[in-house]
Protein backbone atom coordinates (compact mmCIF):
# COMPACT_ATOMS: atom_id res chain seq x y z
CA UNK A 1 0.00 0.00 0.00
CA UNK A 2 1.53 3.38 -0.62
CA UNK A 3 2.01 5.82 1.95
CA UNK A 4 -0.76 7.88 3.57
CA UNK A 5 0.19 11.51 3.79
CA UNK A 6 -0.91 14.88 4.21
CA UNK A 7 -0.02 17.81 1.62
CA UNK A 8 -1.02 21.28 1.82
CA UNK A 9 -1.28 22.41 -1.81
CA UNK A 10 -2.85 26.11 -1.15
CA UNK A 11 -2.07 28.51 1.51
CA UNK A 12 -3.35 32.00 2.25
CA UNK A 13 -0.58 34.30 3.13
CA UNK A 14 1.77 32.02 5.77
CA UNK A 15 -1.19 30.01 6.71
CA UNK A 16 -2.43 26.62 4.76
CA UNK A 17 -5.85 26.36 3.91
CA UNK A 18 -6.02 23.62 1.61
CA UNK A 19 -4.62 20.05 2.01
CA UNK A 20 -5.04 16.71 -0.09
CA UNK A 21 -4.51 12.98 1.46
CA UNK A 22 -1.29 11.81 -1.55
CA UNK A 23 -2.91 8.21 -1.49
CA UNK A 24 -6.80 8.74 -2.34
CA UNK A 25 -6.95 12.47 -3.20
CA UNK A 26 -9.47 13.66 -0.46
CA UNK A 27 -9.50 17.48 -0.19
CA UNK A 28 -9.30 18.89 3.50
CA UNK A 29 -10.01 22.80 3.70
CA UNK A 30 -10.09 25.37 6.14
CA UNK A 31 -13.98 27.10 6.74
CA UNK A 32 -14.02 30.17 4.62
CA UNK A 33 -16.09 32.13 7.30
CA UNK A 34 -13.44 30.87 10.44
CA UNK A 35 -10.19 32.52 11.70
CA UNK A 36 -7.20 30.84 12.83
CA UNK A 37 -4.07 31.35 13.01
CA UNK A 38 -1.17 29.39 10.84
CA UNK A 39 -0.54 26.99 13.48
CA UNK A 40 -4.20 26.59 14.37
CA UNK A 41 -5.19 25.97 10.98
CA UNK A 42 -2.49 23.12 10.54
CA UNK A 43 -4.00 21.37 13.36
CA UNK A 44 -7.26 21.52 11.92
CA UNK A 45 -6.16 20.23 8.67
CA UNK A 46 -3.99 17.72 10.34
CA UNK A 47 -6.42 16.45 12.62
CA UNK A 48 -9.14 16.64 9.26
CA UNK A 49 -6.66 14.40 7.86
CA UNK A 50 -6.32 12.02 10.73
CA UNK A 51 -9.88 11.19 10.89
CA UNK A 52 -10.45 10.41 7.43
CA UNK A 53 -10.63 7.16 5.66
CA UNK A 54 -9.11 6.71 2.73
CA UNK A 55 -11.76 5.54 -0.78
CA UNK A 56 -9.06 5.14 -3.25
CA UNK A 57 -10.79 6.06 -6.47
CA UNK A 58 -9.94 3.86 -9.83
CA UNK A 59 -8.23 6.24 -12.52
CA UNK A 60 -12.02 6.83 -14.18
CA UNK A 61 -13.59 8.04 -10.95
CA UNK A 62 -10.22 10.08 -10.10
CA UNK A 63 -10.61 11.94 -13.97
CA UNK A 64 -14.59 12.21 -13.12
CA UNK A 65 -14.01 14.12 -9.84
CA UNK A 66 -11.05 16.47 -11.34
CA UNK A 67 -13.67 17.39 -14.06
CA UNK A 68 -16.48 18.22 -11.09
CA UNK A 69 -13.79 20.06 -9.04
CA UNK A 70 -12.40 22.24 -12.11
CA UNK A 71 -15.99 23.10 -12.86
CA UNK A 72 -17.74 23.38 -9.74
CA UNK A 73 -17.92 27.33 -8.54
CA UNK A 74 -15.63 28.55 -6.03
CA UNK A 75 -17.17 28.79 -2.32
Not at 53 to 61: F, L
Not at 64 to 71: G, K, L, N, P
Request: net charge neutral; hydrophobic share 40%.
Amino acid sequence: MAKREMQVVKYIGPAPFLAVCTYCNHQFKIPPDVTMTAADAAAFLQSEFDKHKCERMDESQNAVRIVREATEKPS
